[in-house]
């Protein structure tokens, strides 16, 4: 039954994250945390993110921004680390509240509220017409990329806030999802250097075939969501990221994600 879930989420991820440029990862996590424990789980999630993102390059890589990856993608990546040095010095900060939903508890942290209104304001950059025809300067790509990456660092979800800067970067629907692809690569490589010890020395068996049929589901949903880039404008990507901007928004502000 695991089989058949995880790929299923994987395959379904895969293709429709593939436009929005986040949320693979997020919805993976839960799904293998049904059947393995947390740090196995982080550990499979990242792999497969990873293998995903290495196939996705090899479909849209020649699309990236050379120029974006290097003013937003190296300071996102450097600012990622401080922002995860900075959670371990608050690791002890108090939520903000707790309650229980349908047999689960649920915790908001001051941080995840933050961010959570931020990406809610972008997320209404498709609604307010005054905001529709926004565009960052690409002067201030290094500052997007800055505060993506600590934010992303100090709360896991730098993909929501990577996409929310680069939407509005004035890039085509290629060089958007290309772009963010290269960028997830990188960050991911630096994700896996610090798992790579959670996996060798986990005290339970490592699922391989289960995560290289996960991988395979993935590979499916972005060769076929790759085949439907043809046929979307980058209005449709923009609305596309704006909507699943604000449910993420919504699901990390009231502490389930």
Do not use: W
Not at 50 to 66: I, R, S, T
Not at 144 to 164: C, E, I, K, P, V
């Amino acid at each position: 039954m695991e089989y058949i879930i995880i790929c299923l989420v994987a395959f379904l991820g895969s293709g429709l994250t593939l436009f929005s440029g986040f949320g693979l990862g997020t919805l993976l996590l839960p799904v293998f945390g049904l059947f393995f424990p947390i740090e196995l789980s982080i550990a499979l999630t990242a792999i497969v993110h990873f293998l995903n993102n290495l196939f996705k390059l090899a479909l849209l890589g020649k699309h990236a921004d050379k120029q974006t990856i290097i003013r937003f993608g190296i300071p996102s990546i450097l600012a990622a680390f401080i922002g995860a040095y900075t959670l371990q010095l608050f690791s002890n900060m108090l939520p903000l509240f707790e309650y229980d939903l349908a047999g689960h508890h649920f915790v908001v942290l001051p941080i995840k509220l933050l961010i959570a209104i931020v990406l809610l304001f972008f997320s209404c950059f498709e609604i307010i017409p005054v905001l529709a025809n926004m565009e960052f300067d690409k002067k201030y790509l290094p500052l997007g990329g800055l505060l993506s990456g600590f934010f992303g660092g100090l709360s896991g979800n730098q993909g929501a806030l990577r996409s929310a800067f680069l939407i509005r970067s004035n890039l085509s629907k290629e060089k958007f999802i290309a772009t963010g692809v290269v960028i997830a690569c990188m960050i991911d490589l630096s994700r896996l250097s610090l798992y790579s010890k959670q996996i060798f020395n986990s005290e339970f068996p490592f699922n391989y075939p289960l995560m290289i049929s996960a991988t395979l589901a993935a590979f499916a949903g972005a060769f076929i969501g790759n085949k439907l880039l043809k046929k979307v404008t980058i209005k449709t990507v923009q609305i596309l990221v704006a909507i699943l901007l604000f449910v993420f928004s919504i699901l990390l502000g009231i502490g389930i994600i």
